[in-house]
């Protein structure tokens, strides 16, 4: 009798430390701080203003952040940077406009979407290409690793039908369609208007290439984090703050 008290006694001793271990333990690299790595060339949803990078993004993952008890951290970095930054446990979480991919999928887990994008074709206002038809024989200008330059190399490229440039920035190709070295640019619609707006001349395709919903990215196997961005995100897309940021950066035409 006094054996079984000592062993339930241990046993419930052993499942306190444990249950208290489990709360204490860090589930971000620094504690109390999530780290996200992102690309800041991406307007409306991170982009800088003087230092600080802001955007639909930048604000989500703040108030993330402050569910969780936490600071949001940026780092900026090249995108095709990103999902190996988040893979290799140097950042917490990818947030950068990201589209869900199955191909992203095999490398790193994903939230549920908080937001919708569309792939658009810019071309000058002149242009003969009305829409992705089109662009066969043409010289195309994306974002390196975007969505953009997986479809169009995939659709097009790999196909021996068109030529691709990949360009650092979507404002670089951007700026080189202005420039005349290349005949479009396909790239997600919101930075399109953004770069559009910006630049004389130019205009965005009616016919949209493909629409895609953008996601937070966390890296495969860590659940813990995971459970608590997708809890925090499903609370501020309920409450409609989501929506109240993305109408902030996005006015309705
Ligand atoms: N939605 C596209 C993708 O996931 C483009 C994202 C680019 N984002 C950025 N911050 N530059 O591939």
Redesign the pocket.
């Known amino acids: 009798m006094k054996t079984l008290k000592i062993i339930v006694a241990v046993v419930l001793v052993a499942g306190l430390v444990l249950a208290f271990g489990a709360c204490g333990k860090k589930v971000t690299i620094k504690e109390g701080v999530l780290t996200w790595a992102?690309?800041?060339?991406?307007p409306p949803?991170?982009y800088y203003e003087g230092d600080k990078v802001v955007g639909i993004?930048a604000e989500i993952i703040t108030l993330i952040a402050e569910k969780l008890g936490m600071k949001a951290q940026v780092e900026d970095m090249e995108?095709e940077s990103?999902i190996p930054a988040v893979q290799s446990g140097k950042v917490d979480v990818g947030m950068?406009?990201?589209?869900v991919?199955d191909e992203?999928k095999k490398v790193v887990d994903f939230t549920s979407p908080y937001a919708t994008?569309k792939?658009v074709i810019i071309v000058k206002e002149d242009s003969p290409i009305a829409g992705p038809e089109d662009l066969e024989g043409k010289t195309i200008g994306v974002?390196l690793?975007?969505?953009?330059?997986?479809y169009i190399t995939w659709d097009l490229v790999d196909e021996g039908l068109a030529n691709i440039e990949r360009y650092n920035?979507?404002a670089d190709a951007v700026q080189a369609l202005v420039q005349g070295k290349i005949d479009a640019v396909v790239?997600?619609n919101e930075?399109a208007k953004v770069f559009v707006s910006m630049n004389e001349g130019l205009k965005i395709l009616e016919t949209e290439y493909i629409t895609?919903s953008?996601a937070i990215a966390v890296a495969k196997g860590n659940t813990e984090l995971l459970n608590k961005i997708e809890a925090a995100l499903q609370e501020l897309i309920k409450s409609g703050e989501v929506q109240k940021i993305i109408d902030k950066y996005i006015k309705a035409e």
């Open positions: 992102t690309n800041a060339q991406f949803y991170e993004d995108f990103i950068a406009g990201m589209t991919t992203r994008g792939q974002q690793s975007t969505t953009g330059d997986l920035t979507g790239i997600d930075p895609e953008y």
